[in-house]
């Protein structure tokens, strides 16, 4: 039986870097394929949805749509909740967290530098500290999701979190999520899981 591989671009973020991170804390062995802009341009046809991330494993169909990809690993390594309430509200703050990709996604296409600096400033304001609150008052009581064990929704949270403490968003403060304790408290979690820093650090 072959390794299972992520497939996913060549670069430490996003839906692809949520997956590897659930597989690498599983202890699963995976072929980590990432793929050039040109590369992706050939597959693209092919893949489940058009889109990546996408997950194959001998003897079973692709599987696309990064939240899908979170839950199979997850079910299958425990990583997700085994009681269908506790992961229908895990399953909410993953949708959440593309409910957050996909408005501001759009923003970092907008190729009108003064519009993309004005639209990204009023959702500094208004959308992500909205979004943080939300997500707030969904955590618990914490550090994580499900409380002292860390699981696929709270990877999904610290890696969307990550480009926006280290100020890689422009005209975005660092300080965006800080009226939502409970959610920094998780990211600074996950962070110093040793697992995840051992990610980090076999990346160098
Ligand atoms: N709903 C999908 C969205 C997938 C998606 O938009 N992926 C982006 C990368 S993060 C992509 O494939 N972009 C390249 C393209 O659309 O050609 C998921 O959660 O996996």
Redesign the pocket.
């Known amino acids: 039986m072959t390794n299972p591989t992520l497939t996913y671009?060549d670069a430490p973020i996003?839906?692809?870097e949520e997956c590897r991170l659930a597989l690498f804390l599983a202890g699963v062995p995976f072929t980590d394929e990432r793929l050039k802009p040109a590369d992706?341009a050939t597959r693209?046809a092919a893949s489940p949805?058009?889109?990546?991330?996408y997950f194959t494993m001998e003897g079973h169909p692709v599987i696309?749509?990064?939240?899908s990809i979170l839950r199979l690993v997850g079910r299958l390594y425990d990583l997700h909740p085994s009681d269908p309430w506790e992961a229908a509200r895990h399953d909410a703050l993953m949708d959440a967290v593309?409910d957050l990709r996909h408005h501001m996604g759009p923003l970092a296409r907008l190729k009108d530098e003064a519009e993309k600096k004005a639209r990204r400033e009023e959702a500094a304001r208004e959308y992500l500290p909205t979004w943080a609150g939300h997500v707030e008052r969904a955590i618990g009581p914490g550090p994580f999701v499900g409380g002292q064990k860390l699981q696929v929704a709270d990877l999904k949270l610290f890696v969307v979190m990550g480009p926006y403490l280290k100020g890689a968003i422009d005209h975005v403060p660092t300080t965006v999520f800080s009226g939502a304790p409970k959610l920094m408290a998780l990211q600074a979690a996950v962070a110093r899981d040793p697992r995840v820093v051992a990610w980090y650090a076999r990346k160098g």
Do not use: I, M
């Open positions: 671009f996003s839906r692809g992706w693209r949805f058009g889109a990546l991330p696309g749509q990064s939240n593309e």
